[in-house]
């Protein structure tokens, strides 16, 4: 088309300065050129053409490659799942028990930190397990060990939601145990230490089990008295940013006492003190994550508050002890279970220092968290008593355990990771 126009203009401008009789001589000439010159034209334009085919033949072509590549690693895929099914898998070994001394216990929260070394323990005695998780801070890993044993079942479910199932006991753990885990939705935390409770308590009192319920230190708040027995009522604020936990954990004490008195089910109440171990969280936002990651990683420690307040710290395969003990014994009253040697934080920041070895972590202090307890240390004359049950391992094992758990995980994980941070005194960003 622009040819065509470029002779028609000439053909004008021609007109207008020469003789009319070289118009006609001047048209001629333009149309023969214009006819000369469209061979050229056509050729331009078809071999746009094949180039564009040719473009769409090879964009058809890797489309197909691509397409029959997928199609492969589903095959492969599909073989490869059939090839693992067939692989027996293996099992730690478990002790064999008959039918009479076997029992069926559930573990709610059975894919948490606690529970899933809970579970470990109660496989490896020869009890079937079903454990029953809403995955919200429980992972299938801490438990995949176990999946496809003919002993274990993992059942996805929330315990806010009524469950039927028959089972000769009860170890009710599933609850949000880390501050900036149950602080992320408080009105679910109540409902799940209320409302779950009575559903595990209803469950009990229906199939006739024994039910122990995970209850905490927290229940004595900031306390007055030190250390902690169990008979005292504790010094809780029922409106601060922990209560959410606190006063959930006791409605579900007193939700237990009152389900024991009026339909007679065999409650046990462990009140367990901060426990730490292998396959604990992360970023569970406590000291022992906090400073164990912070150290590993090489960066500063840091201490909210003046360092001046305890803690005491137990190991997870001596609080699963305790748990079991509590459960086959006779005594139904609260129990402390914890580790009564304490440490101030300033302490235990050294001592984690130390373990990590060649760390340059400078320590850090920053505000006081709200509602944070100053002392905290048990009284474990009643497990002591009554279930002949005392903490064996120290924090220098445990605490090794621990560490190699964690620059473990940071190796697996491709970017650092950062300490979780607390609820400081003033912050509203949860409320
Ligand atoms: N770890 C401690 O230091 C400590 C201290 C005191 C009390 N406790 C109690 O021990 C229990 C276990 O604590 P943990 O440290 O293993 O915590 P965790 O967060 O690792 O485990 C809790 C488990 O409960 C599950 N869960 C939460 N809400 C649930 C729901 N509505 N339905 C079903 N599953 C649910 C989670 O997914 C998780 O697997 C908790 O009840 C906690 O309050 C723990």
């Not at 070394?117 to 429980?138: A, P, Q, R, S, W």
Request: glycine share 6%; charged share 25%.
């Amino acid at each position: 088309m622009g040819i065509e126009c470029f002779f028609i203009i000439f053909t004008i401008w021609s007109s207008r300065h020469q003789l009319l009789s070289g118009i006609f001589l001047n048209f001629a000439f333009c149309l023969a050129g214009y006819h000369l010159l469209q061979p050229l034209l056509n050729y331009e334009l078809i071999s746009k053409t094949k180039n564009e085919e040719k473009l769409l033949k090879n964009q058809r072509e890797v489309l197909n490659e691509i397409n029959s590549l997928k199609n492969k690693i589903n095959e492969l895929e599909i073989s490869l799942e059939q090839a693992e099914f067939r692989v027996p898998k293996t099992f730690p070994n478990i002790k064999f028990l008959n039918y009479k001394d076997r029992k069926r216990i559930l573990v709610t929260g059975g894919a948490g930190f606690v529970g899933s070394h809970l579970v470990d323990y109660l496989m490896k005695e020869g009890h079937e397990v079903i454990v029953v998780d809403n995955f919200f801070t429980g992972r299938k890993r801490n438990v995949e060990h176990w999946i496809g044993h003919g002993n274990f079942e993992l059942i996805h479910h929330d315990i806010v939601n009524p469950l039927t199932i028959e089972v000769d006991e009860i170890y009710h753990l599933a609850s949000p145990a880390s501050p900036p885990h149950y602080m992320l939705n408080p009105v679910k935390t109540i409902k799940t230490n209320t409302v779950g409770t009575i559903n595990m308590l209803g469950l009990a009192r229906r199939v006739n089990a024994k039910i122990l319920i995970a209850s905490t230190s927290e229940v004595y708040g900031d306390p007055e008295i030190h250390p902690q027995s169990e008979t005292y009522w504790g010094h809780v604020n029922p409106i601060g940013p922990r209560a959410c936990y606190d006063e959930g954990k006791r409605v579900a004490e007193t939700l237990s006492y009152a389900y024991a008195k009026q339909e007679k089910v065999q409650v046990r109440v462990a009140r367990i003190f901060n426990t730490y171990g292998p396959r604990m969280h992360m970023n569970d936002g406590r000291v022992v994550s906090n400073f164990i990651l912070q150290a590993l990683q090489n960066e500063s420690i840091t201490i909210y508050g003046h360092g001046k307040q305890t803690r005491s710290f137990q190991y997870v395969s001596d609080l699963v002890d305790g748990l079991v003990a509590l459960m086959n014994s006779s005594y139904s009253q609260p129990v402390n279970l914890g580790n009564p040697i304490e440490h101030n934080i300033d302490e235990f920041a050294q001592i984690i220092k130390s373990i990590v070895n060649g760390v340059d972590s400078s320590i850090k202090y920053l505000p006081a968290v709200e509602d944070d307890p100053q002392r905290r240390r048990p009284d474990i004359s009643r497990a002591k008593k009554y279930l002949n049950w005392e903490p064996k391992v120290s924090l220098d094992t445990g605490l090794r355990k621990a560490v190699e758990y964690f620059r473990r995980e940071i190796l697996r994980s491709s970017m650092p990771i950062i300490p979780q941070k607390l609820l400081k005194r003033g912050d509203k960003d949860l409320w």
